[in-house]
């Protein structure tokens, strides 16, 4: 593919800004469609008359094909750019709430929303973290990829939020018919925002470090990268944080309900606060995190030092949420904190992989991470939070599991080393230096 002619300097910032609107749009409709599920599943349970269980089996199979189409959503960005992903998700998407709205059995419900809310969401995920981090490097990547992020707390925000209004006057059938509307237009103009890699417009990537050593930007396999473990290390600590983050999502509401004796409605702010408290963490901690790359001049060393700190933070908040029996002000502080680990450990771990692997052939390699992660992470985490509490009657258990879990992240994210061995080419930051 021919390139287009190298743009200037000032062009090439604008370009970059609008693969961060694209990527903004892309998570606000992928965490939008796991902010709404679980209002949503309340009034189809008892319109449809299916059980709970029932009724989020279709978000776990939904949650597996997504894991898969992320997969391949990776090669596709490294082939064609994110346009493609974007608008395949568009479509999908779309469909995936609008069909549902017209199901009338359970089998249509499992097969309409797994399959097209699966491979609509699953075309956001790994197109939105791959393309901020092809256009930004070393000490600009976390502070763009937090403001694309930020779109995630956004949804969290005004989508529940807004649901609610919804349903107060009509039915799930039409709040999805809105929503369908919603990420058809979000995700078609992400699709026109959305830019190739820089090279295919002549420039380099922002961000990559003054004076460091040159490396060579390696065209991996996935052979060759799954080989070592620094990619395995990352795979783990995240994997690990997942099972922690979504056993939290999942069951926060239930333990101040059924453990602390909050009424659902002050459970329901409380929870709220994580997205509102994530509108800030976002940002900030994108912009920590890469003060501490220009610090220590050496970028996989700094995103560890990050991915120590998101489960530790993680962990922290877990012991804190576990006294939210003395008071609501603890609760609130909890939030604050997951929201403080969700700002760091996603990106963070992706910022690690591209820092260490390089740009050109992280698409299939983030893809392939994510396929693992999230193809187990979700299921598992959610799983055990109520496994847990059907062992004991209380919340308690599935929160000190999430507090292990977080521990174990950072264990491996302890033992994560900051390159490759000798024998092996080192991508990083200092990528390609001329």
Not at 291 to 302: F, S
């Amino acid at each position: 593919m021919e390139l287009e002619a190298s743009v200037s300097e000032q062009n090439a910032k604008a370009i970059g800004r609008l693969v961060v609107a694209a990527a903004f749009l892309a998570l606000f409709c992928l965490f939008g469609y796991r902010s709404t599920f679980s209002i949503l599943q309340g009034p189809m349970r008892e319109t449809m008359g299916w059980t709970t269980a029932q009724t989020s089996l279709g978000y776990s199979l939904m949650m597996t094909v997504y894991a898969v189409t992320a997969f391949f959503s990776g090669m596709i960005v490294d082939r064609w750019g994110t346009r493609p992903a974007y608008l395949t998700g568009a479509v999908f998407a779309a469909l995936g709430f609008y069909l549902t709205s017209l199901v009338n059995s359970y089998l249509a419900y499992l097969a309409v929303y797994s399959i097209f809310a699966g491979i609509g969401t699953g075309m956001l995920w790994v197109s939105s973290t791959v393309s901020v981090r092809k256009w930004y490097v070393g000490k600009s990547y976390a502070t763009m990829w937090g403001i694309a992020f930020a779109g995630a707390p956004l949804a969290q925000v005004l989508l529940s939020l807004g649901l609610k209004q919804v349903l107060a006057n009509t039915d799930w059938r039409v709040a999805m018919q809105y929503l369908a509307i919603v990420v058809l237009v979000a995700l078609v103009i992400a699709g026109f925002l959305a830019r190739k890699s820089p090279e295919h417009y002549g420039v380099r990537p922002f961000g990559i470090t003054a004076g460091a050593s040159p490396t060579v930007d390696r065209e991996w396999s996935i052979r060759e990268a799954f080989s070592t473990f620094p990619i395995w290390g990352a795979i783990i600590a995240f994997l690990t944080s997942m099972l922690a983050e979504f056993l939290i999502w999942s069951q926060i509401v239930s333990y101040w309900t059924t453990d602390v004796g909050l009424n659902l409605s002050t459970a329901t702010n409380l929870y709220v606060v994580i997205g509102l408290a994530g509108l800030v963490t976002m940002p900030v901690m994108g912009v920590v995190a890469d003060r501490l790359v220009e610090r220590m001049k050496d970028e996989p060393t700094a995103r560890r030092a990050m991915l120590i700190f998101a489960p530790a933070t993680g962990a922290i908040a877990c012991v804190i949420l576990l006294g939210s029996r003395i008071s609501i002000a603890l609760a609130a502080v909890s939030c604050v904190l997951f929201a403080v680990y969700w700002a760091i450990e996603p990106g963070g771990v992706a910022g690690y992989v591209g820092a260490v692997y390089g740009r050109k052939a992280m698409g299939k390699i983030w893809g392939l991470g994510t396929l693992i992660v999230m193809g187990i992470g979700p299921a598992v985490g959610s799983f055990m939070g109520g496994f847990l509490f059907d062992l004991s009657g209380s919340y308690n258990n599935s929160i000190y599991f999430a507090l292990g879990s977080y521990i174990v992240s950072m264990i491996f994210a302890v033992l994560l080393p900051k390159a490759l061995g000798d024998k092996q080419v080192v991508a990083s930051v200092s990528e390609e230096t001329a």
